[in-house]
C-alpha cells in the first residue's frame, strides 16, 4: 500500500500548493504571477541541483535544447495560471486547468485518429467539456465582467478572466501532447536515458529550464522596477510563494515515484487533486460561489476522475 499513501502525498501536495497560489497573488501587484514564477523556478532549481548530485541519471546537458520544447509549454502554462488566480477564484480555477486530460484526449482523437476504447473516456470527455463551458457561461453572467468588491479588493470576472485557466489548460494539453512520445524510450529524442532514468532526465531538463527562466525574470524585474508604481508587498505573499513552490516540488517528486503502481487509482486520485484544492478555497480562503457554478464544477470533477480512471484501467 506504500503507492497509496505516496499518491495521496502528491494529492495533497498539489492541492496546498494551488492553496498557496492563490495566496501569494497579490492583488495590488501586476507582476505578482512574474514573482511566483521565480519563486517556483528557484526551488525546481535546487531540486535539481540535489538530483544531479546524489542521482545517478547519466544527465546529458544537451537534453536542456531537446525537452526545451516541453518545458516551455509547461512553464508557460504555469505563469499563465498564476495570472489568472490574480482575477478568479481557486475554486474555478483549478477544476477548468485540469482538464486537459480531456483536450489531450480530443486533439488525439482529431489529429491521430485514436478513438478511445473506454467508455470511461468519452463520458469523461463530455463532462469535463460540459462543466467547463457552464462555468464559462455562468461566469460571463456573472457581473458581466465588472469590478467585483470581495474583502475589500478589487477582483476582476468574467469571461475575460476565465480565458486565462482556459488558456492553461490549452498550452498544458500541448505540452502533455509532445511530453509523451518524449518520455517514451522508444520514441524519445532526448539523449543518454535508459527505462530507469528517462522520466527523471526530462523532469530534471524541466527542472533546470524553469530555474533559468527565473534568472531571466529576476533579471527583467530588477531592471523595471523603476517604470512599476511603487508597492510594498506584504510578508504573507511572498511567504505564500516559497510554500506554493516547495509543494509543487514536494508533489511531482512524490507522483514520480507511484506513476507505476496500481494505476487504476492512482491515475485518479492524483488528477482530482483540484477537488482538494476547492476544498481548501472553501474552507481556509472563505470563497463562496453561486449554487450553479458548484454544480459546473461537481460535472467538471466527474469527469476528470473518470479520465483518470480509464486511464488506470488501460495500464
Not at 516551455?72 to 475554486?91: Q, T
Not at 482523437?109 to 473516456?121: A, D, K, N, Y
Not at 477582483?155 to 498550452?171: D, E, K, Q, S, W
Request: aromatic content about 12%; hydrophobic content about 50%; some cysteine.
Amino acid at each position: 500500500m506504500t503507492w497509496f499513501w505516496t499518491a495521496l502525498v502528491a494529492t495533497l501536495c498539489w492541492g496546498f500548493a494551488d492553496l498557496f497560489y492563490k495566496s501569494g497573488a497579490d492583488p495590488e501587484d501586476r507582476r505578482s504571477h512574474l514573482k511566483t514564477t521565480v519563486a517556483v523556478g528557484i526551488v525546481f532549481g535546487l531540486h535539481a541541483a540535489y538530483t544531479l548530485i546524489f542521482q545517478d541519471i547519466g544527465f546529458d546537458w544537451r537534453n536542456l535544447i531537446r525537452y526545451a520544447p516541453v518545458s516551455v509549454m509547461y512553464i508557460l502554462s504555469m505563469a499563465i495560471g498564476y495570472l489568472g488566480l490574480r482575477y478568479l477564484e481557486l475554486s474555478i480555477v483549478s477544476p477548468v486547468e485540469n482538464c486537459s486530460g480531456a483536450l489531450a484526449a480530443l486533439l488525439g482523437i482529431l489529429i491521430l485518429r485514436e478513438m478511445p476504447e473506454s467508455v470511461f473516456t468519452w463520458i469523461g470527455i463530455v463532462c469535463c467539456c460540459l462543466g467547463v463551458f457552464l462555468l464559462g457561461l455562468f461566469e460571463k453572467n456573472r457581473d458581466a465582467g465588472e469590478i467585483a468588491h470581495q474583502d475589500g479588493r478589487k477582483f476582476r470576472t468574467g469571461l475575460g478572466a476565465f480565458l486565462l485557466p482556459l488558456a492553461y489548460c490549452v498550452i498544458d494539453t500541448l505540452g502533455t501532447f509532445l511530453d509523451d512520445p518524449c518520455l517514451d524510450i522508444e520514441s524519445t529524442w532526448l539523449l543518454n536515458v535508459t527505462e530507469d532514468t528517462i522520466e527523471d532526465v526530462g523532469n530534471t531538463a524541466y527542472e533546470l529550464t524553469f530555474l533559468l527562466v527565473a534568472v531571466l525574470l529576476i533579471v527583467y524585474l530588477l531592471a523595471t522596477r523603476k517604470k512599476v508604481p511603487a508597492h510594498k508587498p506584504e510578508l504573507k505573499y511572498r511567504g505564500a510563494r516559497v510554500a506554493a513552490a516547495v509543494f509543487e516540488t514536494a508533489g511531482q517528486y512524490a507522483y514520480a515515484h507511484v506513476i507505476g503502481g496500481a494505476a487504476a487509482v492512482t491515475a485518479p486520485l492524483v488528477g482530482s487533486y483540484c477537488v482538494v484544492s476547492v476544498v481548501l478555497s472553501r474552507l481556509i480562503l472563505k470563497e463562496k460561489l453561486p449554487g450553479k457554478q458548484y454544480a459546473a464544477i461537481l460535472i467538471t470533477f466527474a469527469g476528470i476522475i473518470l479520465l483518470g480512471l480509464a486511464e488506470g484501467l488501460a495500464e
